[in-house]
């Protein structure tokens, strides 16, 4: 059974940090892109951040460049999204997808082809 199951949310003061977890199982996880998503309140969902974790590779939105941090341990097949610095305004439900699309192309939802279901992180002023 494909599995993405995301942990490492809650609620953090704006300055703060989070790390987030994506951890995944039932496919091979090389084969695999990870992406993080999120989706505030009222808002659509949109891509974050980008890895090709055979490779090293990464990729970020201009919204999080300078602030957050993706990275993957392959030996535990889980993808981190480390956040500093965090805003009121990255308040949202935050979701890793697998997908054998190249981060390249960018975060089009369709393109994906696991989802996890959410973990939510909650900024204060």
């Known amino acids: 059974e494909v599995q993405l199951v995301e942990s490492g949310g809650g609620l953090v003061q704006s300055g703060g940090s989070l790390r987030l977890s994506c951890a995944a199982s039932?496919?091979?996880?090389?084969?695999?892109?990870i992406r993080w998503f999120r989706q505030a309140p009222g808002k659509e969902r949109e891509g974050v951040s980008c890895?090709?974790?055979?490779?090293?590779?990464?990729y970020y939105a201009d919204s999080v460049k300078g602030r957050f941090t993706i990275s993957s341990d392959n030996a535990k097949n889980t993808v981190y999204l480390q956040m500093n610095s965090l805003k009121p305004e990255d308040t949202a439900v935050y979701y890793c997808?697998?997908?054998?699309?190249?981060?390249?192309?960018?975060?089009?939802?369709?393109?994906?082809?696991?989802w996890g279901k959410g973990t939510l992180v909650t900024v204060s002023p």
């Open positions: 997808a697998a997908s054998r699309f190249t981060c390249v192309l960018g975060y089009r939802e369709y393109n994906m082809n696991y």
């Open positions: 890895i090709n974790s055979r490779v090293g590779s990464t």
């Open positions: 039932g496919f091979t996880f090389g084969d695999y892109k």
